[in-house]
C-alpha cells in the first residue's frame, strides 16, 4: 500500500487540477494523498471531495518557503492545516502580495532585455492560480527564447540568472507559526536542498527547526537519491521526528516525475498513517477535522 505526500495541482504551478490529481492518485493505486500547493490552500476543497468519491484518503497541506542562505532552499511543508483558518488566510495573502511584487519585477526584466513577454499572458498562463516562475518558464519555452524549462531557470529565472528576484519569505519562525496555528503538523521539505555543507551543519538547521516546532522530516523525494534516503531515515528516527515521502509531482511541467513515485522509489502508507495519527490524537481522537 502506496501513497504521496507532496504534490502540485493548477493551484498553484502543477499542470493537472485538483480533482485530475485525485484521479491520476486512484489510477496508480495509491491508498491516500496529500495536495501541497506553494502558499495557497485553494485547490484543497476539490481535491478532498474528489478523493471522497473515488474512496481514497486525502491529507490537506501547503508547500511554504522561509528565508535561509542562498544557495540553499527551506520549504516547510504543512498538513492536516485547517482551509478555513484565518492565521492561514492572513499568512497566504501576505504571501500572494509578496509574489504580485516580484512578478512584475521580473517580467519588466525580461522585457528590457528584449523578450517579448507580458504579466498578462503570465497571469493567462497561471489560469487563476498561484503564479510563479514556472509559468513564465513555460512561457519563455513555448516562445522559444529557451529550449527547456531547465534553461530558463538557469539563464533567466534562478538565482544568478538576468531576471533573477528574491520573492518576500516568511521567517522559519512565522512559517512554522502559522502551519501550527492553523492546526497543521510542520514537516521540512526535501532536506538535500538545504544544501548544508556536512551532517553537523544539517542536524543543527533541523534541530533549530524542531526548536520552533517542526516535527516531521521529508525523507523520501525525487530530489533524493538511495543514500539520502537512507541518511535523512536514519537521523528522522535519531530526533524523532515523524518520517514523510512525496513525489513533489507537478504534472507535464516536470513530466519525468509521476504522482507516487519519487526517483524510483515509492512511498509507504505507514508515513500518512503516522502523520494522521499524529494529527488525531491531537485533536482529541477526532478524525472528522483532518
Ligand atoms: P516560485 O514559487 O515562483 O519561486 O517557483 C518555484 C518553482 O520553480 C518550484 O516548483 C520549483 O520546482 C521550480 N524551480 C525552481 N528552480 C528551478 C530550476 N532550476 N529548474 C526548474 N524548476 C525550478
Ligand atoms: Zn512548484
Ligand atoms: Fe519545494
Ligand atoms: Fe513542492
Known amino acids: 500500500m502506496f501513497v504521496d505526500l507532496h504534490s502540485h495541482s493548477t493551484a498553484s504551478d502543477g499542470t493537472a487540477s485538483p480533482s485530475e490529481v485525485a484521479q491520476l492518485a486512484a489510477a496508480a493505486g495509491l491508498s491516500a494523498w496529500a495536495l501541497s500547493d506553494h502558499d495557497t490552500v485553494a485547490g484543497i476543497a476539490e481535491a478532498s471531495a474528489a478523493s471522497a468519491s473515488l474512496g481514497i484518503d486525502f491529507l490537506p497541506g501547503i508547500e511554504v518557503s522561509a528565508e535561509y542562505p542562498q544557495p540553499g532552499t527551506l520549504h516547510i511543508l504543512g498538513y492536516g492545516i485547517d482551509p478555513n483558518s484565518p492565521v492561514l488566510a492572513d499568512l497566504t495573502r501576505q504571501l500572494l502580495a509578496g509574489r504580485d511584487t516580484r512578478n512584475p519585477r521580473i517580467i519588466a526584466k525580461l522585457q528590457s532585455l528584449g523578450l517579448d ?7 493567462a498562463e497561471a489560469a487563476g492560480g498561484v503564479v510563479g516562475r514556472p509559468h513564465i518558464a513555460a512561457i519563455l519555452l513555448r516562445k522559444g527564447y529557451v529550449g527547456t524549462t ?28 502559522m502551519i501550527r496555528g492553523s492546526g497543521g503538523l510542520a514537516v521540512l521539505a526535501h532536506p538535500i536542498q538545504l544544501r548544508t555543507e556536512n551532517h553537523g551543519q544539517l542536524e543543527q538547521v533541523i534541530k533549530d527547526l524542531m526548536d520552533l516546532g517542526l516535527e516531521g522530516l521529508e525523507v523520501i523525494h525525487s530530489d533524493h537519491s538511495a543514500q539520502d534516503v537512507e541518511t535523512y531515515t536514519r537521523l528522522a528516527d535519531r530526533l524523532g521526528l515523524l518520517k514523510t515521502g512525496g513525489s513533489d509531482f507537478h504534472g507535464g511541467k516536470k513530466p519525468n516525475i509521476p504522482l507516487g513515485m519519487a526517483n524510483g522509489r515509492r512511498i509507504p502508507r505507514r508515513f500518512y498513517e503516522d502523520l494522521r495519527d499524529r494529527l488525531v490524537s491531537r485533536r482529541g481522537g477526532n478524525t472528522n477535522t483532518i
Do not use: C, H, S
Open 150 to 177: 531547465k534553461d530558463a531557470f538557469n539563464k533567466y529565472l534562478a538565482p544568478g540568472g538576468q531576471a533573477y528576484f528574491d520573492k518576500e519569505r516568511l521567517t522559519p519562525r512565522d512559517a512554522l507559526d
Open 117 to 123: 513577454i507580458t504579466m498578462d499572458e503570465v497571469e
